[in-house]
Every structure is written in structure tokens, then in C-alpha cells.
């Protein structure tokens, strides 16, 4: 069974740094792609960044290009997503995903919390 923890949310100051982690395990396919996705009160859930399992490829949301970089150890099947030059508007719930290419199935973490506030 697919699992998914994250870690390293929390409170930080306009301008400031979070780096959040998440280790995947539970699985041996090895085609499957690793988002972030994020979702502020009353919004809805919106993809922040992905990375191919190979971490060959990324893809960013305009809103944190140049701020966000997402990373992967493949080894140790983890993700992390570093975030910089955090804004208020960053404030929300992350989730970290895994998709499963061919059965376009998707795994969800249980979420962390981070909010940018003076």
C-alpha cells in the first residue's frame, strides 16, 4: 500500500524559507510522476510542482516560479520541495501526490500545514 508522509511545514515570515519533505513507500512500479499541490481556506486545491520519478523533468505554477524548486532523491524515494521568498499568499495546506502513470491513479499524503505571516 502506497504511503505518503510530509514533513516540515510550519510558521514563517513574509521573505522567509520552508523546506518541505515527503517519503514515499509501500510501492515497486517505477513510472510515476510526484506533485505538490496546495489549498488555502476556502480555495480549491491547486498543483504547485511535479517531478518525474527520474527527476528529468519539472514543471512549475506561475505563481512560484523562480521562488519554489522541487527535487527528488530517488533513492530513498523521497520529494521535497524547497520555497523561498514566501509570500502570505503562499499560506495554505500542501499535499504531496504520486501518480501512477498506468493506472492514472492518484496517492495523497495527509497534508502540512504552512503559513506565512509577520
Known amino acids: 500500500q502506497v504511503q505518503l508522509v510530509e514533513s516540515g511545514g510550519g510558521l514563517v515570515q513574509p521573505g522567509g524559507s520552508l523546506r518541505l519533505s515527503c517519503l514515499a513507500s509501500?510501492?515497486?512500479?517505477?513510472?510515476?510522476?510526484m506533485r505538490w499541490y496546495r489549498q488555502a481556506p476556502g480555495k480549491e486545491r491547486e498543483l504547485v510542482a511535479s517531478i518525474t520519478a527520474t527527476g528529468s523533468r519539472t514543471n512549475y505554477a506561475d505563481s512560484v516560479k523562480g521562488r519554489f524548486t522541487i527535487s527528488t532523491d530517488n533513492g530513498k524515494n523521497t520529494v521535497t520541495l524547497q520555497m523561498n521568498s514566501l509570500k502570505p499568499e503562499d499560506t495554505a495546506v500542501y499535499f504531496c501526490?504520486?501518480?501512477?502513470?498506468?493506472?492514472?491513479?492518484?496517492?495523497w499524503g495527509q497534508g502540512t500545514q504552512v503559513t506565512v505571516s509577520s
Open positions: 509501500g510501492f515497486t512500479f517505477s513510472n510515476y510522476l
Open positions: 501526490n504520486l501518480y501512477q502513470w498506468v493506472v492514472a491513479r492518484n496517492y
